[in-house]
């Protein structure tokens, strides 16, 4: 049975599986054979060895049969070139047929109507490493296609856009980017599979681009997959909004291959096969998708800018469609109004409602040279040779002897456009302007011309080589090198904004400051410290948001003057007297040395006095010699002040003297966090620089680079991000646990002391006011000392500048360096933006320790012995000066002298009485003796004594005898006898009077 049943189970099986296979065959006997149309050829997964198989993978499953066998592929690393695609079917690269194109073995991405497939854009806001706000407050931030680039987000939400790509062999990414503003953080990072990062650290974050420049990027990719990712992340700490940093030409090298080529965009074309990439047509022309060549417009009736696919009705000529000039003076000193179309023209002048180009030829004077330059019955004004000057309105004369022209530019007048300013038109999304001007000279100003749309960036250069000061002062190491001054003003009816750049170096454009809407006629002046070559910009966008109708055409900035004073190129509108040399026959100015000035009376060289340092302005007379500021000296170029770490302060008929030499180096303080209006932690980061070190501003504050020091700055390495080296500096800290960053990140660093102008116990100087109210109250009697600071750079809310006031307070309790405060009601360490305010607690802000601050105390004296001790008196506010002095000892008895003398006296005096007390006593006895026996021998016999003077006994006497002395001597002469021991003197003789006497 076993058996009979295992061929049961089996047979039926064999022959079910046959009979599906015989019913497979006549099937697809019955289909049709597969054609090329009705497959196509893909490459199977490569295995280890690196090979693969090609596989036919019908359209339509079913319908046709005899599909071919897979065969050995291509090797995995096989690519074509550049304008060749893979053909399957042969395997075999073949070029791109004229309206498309290939790169080969890599993908570009340069159209931006929407987000291309693969790419995925994600917000979200990140707290602490975590989430915290994902959609509810991020989920309108996005990278938004603008159709030839990509725009990031402008609010402070992190915002990624991603594209995973599988590369077969090692390749590259390539793209451009525009980024302007230091309130975003952009960083450009790739990630493998696993989610680590296949590249540094400090290769992701993109450095900031001008006004007009994309910059190109390039990261070299690893074989297999990379996930790219481009990051934004806003801290913006007010309610202005961030630029948005701008994306265009992704360019990805090492895909596997190509099967097929892509078609070129509308408005691009090529016209040849093999193209590697489509050209955009020319003006005036059109073409759709995938075009080999483009139509041309009805130029009579239609325009198209470059790279257009559509052609536009031109509209009706307006006010705004040309724009008024000047022709260059003639010989006779007139200039012509000239009226002039916008080019190119877009505008039709044979419709109805168009206006005409207004006549020109109107003839005015010209406006007089520039200070500096003449004009000699030429057309043209020119420069003023080496060593003359010119008003501008006359023609230029040798300075006199013992003077030297002072060389700059002073732009005034405006019929033609400086020699070294250029201007320019620019829009990254439209290229409509880029052939125009973006500024025009209108006799007494230069305005802002019409531009193509309102949020084009008009731009006006003025480029300066180097500079260079007058030949008295050259050897002068002052910290102003040159300034430019100009006067403006903007009339908006929109939100226009008028930015001022500088650029040193040709290394990056910084907004230095920029006006927003309307801003009545002013000045504003811009120092600088290092000698070096500068282009100053000026870019003036009338709307930032992108509109296709122009709203604000009337809006427009006008520049009236600028003056640059110490460009070594420049010209001389006047003379100075200089320095001369030793020689009498042909005298000629000298250099002075280092700190001096010019002598009035004799043009010599002469030292300044000490604390005191000479004008950056002018060196000609005593008064170019400024006194420091209290509690200050003078560096031995007498270049700047500063404070050498200490301080002397008269209080209360005594000296105090402080050693501030702890304080030399660069101290910290982070205050915070502070909150954005989203939640995002950041911190107000402070570097303090406040004595010592011969006035070199020690305190350094970057962007992007939280690791900088001295050395690199003074090395000035061309590596080194953003920086301001100050006497105090403000960096904004984003920590690594705020945004998900790994590392802290600094930015928007600024300088907030420039110049010391002094130390005192008062609270205010010129502009500058401590506020000791908003600090706790000291609780000892040694007063605050508050250095001032103050920040050379204006802005538009503090026209003279910033201030600020660092205060040193004595307490004890705080050792070493101390702690550093701000005020508690502004975290930010200001309460009006303007002056910034610091305390900073320490023992070594106590003053040196004096004789007066020592308390002695004498011990008792023991055995011949004393000792006196010195302790400081309580409480110490004091550090250093002079020492503790040792225990003494000393010799001392027992008794005091006086005490002795008193000592004496009262024994002296009680064995006197002692001595008295005993001789009265004998003597009272033998007096006694004496008695009772006078007695005992008148009653024995009668005795005959001598008649008395009275013998009768008056009524009232008592009748008792009576013992009557003879003579009564003093005390001192009873001492007298006693020290003598006369014999016969030692008893006084006594008068008895008896009874008998009585009874006669």
């Known amino acids: 049975m076993g058996r009979s049943g295992q061929r049961t189970l089996v047979a039926p099986g064999a022959g079910a599986v046959l009979g599906l296979m015989l019913r497979v065959s006549a099937a697809l006997a019955a289909l049709p054979a597969c054609t090329e149309t009705d497959y196509h050829f893909e490459y199977t997964e490569c295995d ?66 929407t987000l291309p497939l693969g790419f995925s854009t994600v917000a979200r806001f990140v707290e602490d490493g975590a989430a915290i706000s994902d959609g509810e407050n991020c989920s309108s931030s996005a990278w938004v296609p603008q159709v030839n680039y990509i725009a990031s987000n402008r609010d402070d939400c992190t915002v990624s856009l991603i594209y995973s790509v599988h590369l077969k062999k090692p390749g590259s990414v390539a793209f451009e980017y525009q980024y302007l503003d230091n309130s975003i953080f952009f960083e450009f990072f790739v990630q493998n599979d696993q989610c680590q990062d296949t590249e540094t650290m400090e290769q992701k974050w993109m450095h900031l681009t001008e006004s007009d420049e994309w910059k190109s990027h390039l990261v070299n990719l690893k074989t297999g997959t990379n996930v790219l990712y481009w990051r934004t992340t806003g801290i913006l700490l007010g309610d202005k909004l961030a630029k948005p940093v701008l994306l265009k030409n992704i360019y990805i090298e090492g895909v596997a291959y190509t099967s097929e080529c892509f078609p070129c965009k509308a408005g691009t074309f090529s016209d040849a096969p093999g193209s590697s990439a489509c050209k955009p047509c020319p003006r005036n022309t059109f073409s759709g998708r995938g075009a080999s060549s483009c139509q041309t417009c009805d130029q009579t009736k239609q325009f198209s800018d470059e790279g257009s696919n559509v052609c536009t009705n031109r509209p009706p000529c307006t006010e705004t469609d040309f724009f008024q000039t000047h022709s260059p003076c003639d010989a006779d000193r007139k200039t012509q109004i000239m009226y002039k179309w916008i080019t190119p023209k877009l505008c039709r002048e044979d419709i109805k409602k168009a206006i005409k180009l207004p006549p020109s030829g109107e003839k005015k004077p010209c406006p007089p040279c520039n200070p500096g330059f003449y004009n000699n019955d030429t057309s043209t004004c020119a420069a003023c040779p080496s060593g003359t000057y010119s008003d501008g309105m006359s023609s230029c004369k040798q300075c006199p002897a013992g003077t030297e022209p002072v060389l700059g530019f002073e732009y005034k007048w405006w019929n033609t456009l400086p020699a070294n300013m250029k201007t320019s038109c620019f829009n990254v999304g439209n290229s409509k302007c880029d052939r125009m001007k973006g500024w025009e000279v209108a006799g007494d100003h230069v ?63 910084t907004v230095v400051e920029s006006w927003e809407g309307n801003k009545e ?29 122009i709203r604000f055409m009337n809006d427009n900035v006008k520049i009236y003057s600028i003056v640059v004073n110490n460009a070594e190129n420049g ?70 002040c500063f404070n050498d770490c200490s301080f002397t302060h008269a209080l209360e008929n005594h000296t105090l003297k402080f050693d501030l030499s702890n304080f030399s180096g660069m101290a910290s303080i982070m205050n915070g966090p502070s909150f954005t209006s989203k939640g995002t932690k950041y911190f107000h980061f402070f570097n303090i620089s406040l004595c010592g070190n011969e006035g070199k501003k020690m305190a350094i504050c970057s962007d992007n680079v939280t690791d900088i020091t001295v050395q690199d700055v003074q090395s000035e390495s061309s590596d080194l991000g953003s920086y301001v080296s100050s006497f105090l500096c403000q960096s904004t800290i984003i920590p690594s646990d705020g945004r998900s960053f790994r590392t802290a990140l600094s930015s928007q660093s600024i300088s907030l002391a ?247």
Request: include cysteine; hydrophobic fraction near 30%.
């Open 447 to 509: 305005h802002s011309a019409v531009g193509g749309s309102d949020n084009d960036y008009l731009i006006l250069n003025l480029h300066i080589p180097s500079f260079s000061s007058p030949i008295s002062t050259m050897q002068s190491s002052g910290m102003e090198v040159g300034r430019i001054t100009f006067i403006f003003e903007t009339q908006c009816a929109g939100h226009c904004e008028l930015y001022f750049m500088v650029d040193i170096n040709k290394k990056s454009t």
């Open 571 to 640: 010209v001389a509108s006047h003379c100075r007297p200089c320095a001369l040399g030793t020689d009498q026959r042909r005298p000629s100015c000298v250099q002075c040395p280092a700190g001096h000035y010019i002598d009035k009376d004799t043009n010599k060289c002469k030292d300044c006095p000490p604390n005191t340092y000479l004008s950056a302005h002018h060196a000609y007379g005593i008064e170019a010699c400024i006194p420091c500021g209290p509690g200050s000296k003078s560096n031995k170029d007498h270049s700047i």
């Open 521 to 549: 006629r002013q000045s504003y002046t811009h120092l600088i410290t290092k000698n070096a070559a500068v282009t100053y910009t000026w870019a003036f966008q009338r709307s930032s948001v992108p509109q296709e109708v």
């Open 754 to 1000: 420039d110049s010391f102008l002094g130390a005192s116990v008062e609270t205010s100087m010129p502009n500058i006011t401590a506020r000791p109210d908003h600090f706790p109250a000291s609780t000892n009697h040694i007063p605050d000392i508050n250095f001032f600071y103050v920040s050379s750079l204006s802005t538009t809310s503090c026209e003279n500048g910033r201030g600020t006031v660092v205060t040193l307070r004595c307490n004890p309790g705080k050792s070493g360096q101390g702690e550093i405060s701000v005020p508690s009601a502004c975290p930010g360490g200001t309460c009006d933006g303007c002056t910034f305010l610091f305390l900073w607690e320490s023992a070594e802000a106590c003053p040196l320790c004096t004789v007066d601050d020592v308390h002695e105390i004498e011990g008792a004296c023991k055995s011949g012995i004393q000792e006196t001790t010195y302790v400081w008196k309580e409480p110490k506010v004091c550090i250093k000066g002079v020492s503790l002095p040792a225990k003494s000892i000393t010799n001392c008895e027992m008794i005091d002298f006086w005490l002795k003398v008193v000592v004496g006296i009262g024994a002296f005096t009680a064995v006197l009485l002692v001595i008295l007390t005993c001789y009265f006593w004998k003597k009272n006895k033998k007096l006694e003796y004496k008695y009772s026996r006078l007695v005992m021998n008148a009653s024995s016999r009668e005795v005959e004594l001598p008649a008395a003077d009275s013998c009768a006994i008056m009524e009232g006497e008592d009748n008792e005898d009576d013992i009557v002395y003879s003579n009564k001597p003093s005390l001192l002469g009873k001492l007298k006898s006693l020290a003598s021991k006369d014999k016969d003197d030692i008893f006084e003789s006594v008068q008895l009077k008896s009874s008998r006497s009585r009874n006669i």
């Open 48 to 113: 280890s060895t690196g090979s693969r198989w090609r596989v036919a993978i019908p359209g339509h499953p079913g319908r046709c049969s005899g599909l071919p066998e897979p065969i050995i592929g291509k090797e995995c690393s096989f690519s074509c070139g550049s304008g060749e695609f893979l053909e399957l079917f042969n395997q075999t690269c073949r070029k791109c047929v004229a309206g498309s194109y290939s790169l080969g073995s890599g993908i570009r991405f340069d159209e931006w109507d």
